[in-house]
């Protein structure tokens, strides 16, 4: 190692860092590697979920050793006018679950939480301690930062894990139910708003409110109450256990390369949200992150910058892939009055399920892309066409409030 801390120096302990970290552990256990956590947590607090067939036998792999809450009778949506269970398999993990079996899996000082990092450099991070970790290779995965440099619009979620007083007798998630009200807490504009619930157990469920709204204000006390509201009309009682909030970029545009030279650290890679690893419109991550994460491990004896480079290169492919999402994401914001958003993912869940998964995963066919643009549109061809050519606002969100 010549001296050096360790080979490979990961800055950020969330979805990627984790599993970039985990996937070298596995293909790669030789090579010394540091995850490096400012908060005092891996994983934050967090719930991630995908269905069973967005991963490869190979993703699949990485992803075993983690405790995970799996449903094997499908799931259902609602909608007014459309109520459907679909077959597929699907799968949740909350970060307490992430940062136990990494703790377990990853070699022992590998996890550093509470170091907040002051300064990165291609071979090195400073630590605001004044701490200095040395590595052959530095990945930058601390988040997505909002920028002026891209456009769009936000998903704005509460999730409560409830521990109800006797069995809740929900079998199946419901990943997204939009019979419910469509006007957005006070503050946020126009907004698509739907409930998502998980059964975690016969007598623990997760329920989270969530708008894909025109501005990123998270008003703690409003969706707080509609949390409350959607449980009485449901018949969940119970204790809340633990909590969920986040605001989340829905990417509609924007200039990508004046985005990657916002974020660039010469000879530093950057992988994760940061990097531009994000399905735009569903901020549906963790397919993405896995395979992100194997193809580090595949790349791990590059030098630091010709990583860096690979990466740099691999997002802006992954950028004109999602290039079908981001119209879409134009046409929820700017092609339907906000109470009537609801109409466009209603239409799309009564398409062929392979495609709804695919959807999900980024990976749309062009058969898949015509079959979601034909037939009769949910929304009238005049403001659909264009929303296609609209501008929306700045993702650099100075105005962001979180309201308790």
């Not at 996890?111 to 004044?130: C, F, H, K, Y």
């Not at 998502?196 to 007598?203: A, I, K, R, S």
């Not at 914001?333 to 958003?341: L, V």
Request: contains cysteine; glycine residues 12%; charged residues 20%.
């Amino acid at each position: 190692m010549s001296g050096r801390t360790c080979d490979i120096a990961i800055i950020g302990g969330g979805l990627s860092g984790g599993l970039i970290a985990l996937a070298l552990r596995q293909q790669r256990p030789e090579l010394t590697v540091r995850v490096i956590e400012g908060g005092p947590a891996i994983g934050g607090n967090h719930r991630w979920s995908w269905f069973s067939t967005d991963l490869s036998p190979a993703g699949e792999a990485l992803m075993a050793p983690f405790r995970k809450t799996e449903w094997t009778h499908g799931y259902d949506v609602r909608f007014p006018g459309l109520e459907r269970t679909l077959e597929a398999d699907y799968r949740s993990l909350a970060s307490p679950d992430f940062a136990a079996t990494l703790a377990r899996e990853l070699a022992p000082g590998t996890l550093l939480t509470n170091r907040p990092v002051a300064q990165i450099a291609a071979d090195r991070v400073l630590l605001e301690s004044g701490e200095e970790i040395t590595a052959r290779c530095v990945i930058d995965c601390r988040g997505f930062t909002p920028s002026a440099t891209l456009r769009g619009g936000w998903q704005v979620f509460m999730g409560r894990h409830i521990r109800t007083a006797g069995p809740h007798g929900i079998t199946r998630p419901v990943i997204m139910d939009a019979q419910v009200d469509q006007l957005a807490p006070a503050g946020n504009g126009g907004a698509y708003r739907f409930v998502y619930v998980l059964p975690l157990g016969l007598e623990e469920v997760f329920v989270e409110d969530t708008y894909y709204a025109d501005t990123p204000q998270l008003d703690r006390s409003a969706l707080s109450g509609r949390i409350d509201q959607y449980c009485r009309a449901h018949g969940i009682d119970g204790e809340p256990v633990g909590f969920e909030t986040g605001v989340l970029p829905v990417i509609t545009g924007g200039d990508f390369a004046a985005y990657q030279a916002e974020q660039r650290i010469p000879g530093v890679a950057i992988a994760g949200g940061r990097g531009g690893f994000v399905h735009p419109l569903t901020s549906y991550t963790l397919p993405i992150a896995v395979n992100i994460a194997l193809a580090i491990a595949e790349d791990a004896d590059l030098p630091g910058e010709q990583l860096a480079a690979k990466l740099e290169s691999a997002a802006r492919q992954h950028w004109r892939r999602m290039g079908f999402y981001r119209a879409l994401g134009r046409m929820l914001f700017h092609g339907a009055a906000a109470h009537q958003r609801y109409r466009i993912f209603g239409r799309f869940y009564g398409l062929p399920e392979p495609l709804i998964e695919r959807f999900y995963a980024g990976g749309s066919t062009l058969f898949d892309k015509l079959r979601v643009l034909s037939g009769k549109p949910p929304i009238p061809i005049h403001r659909g066409a264009r929303a296609l050519l609209a501008k929306s606002p700045s993702l650099l969100a100075p105005d962001t409030k979180d309201i308790r």
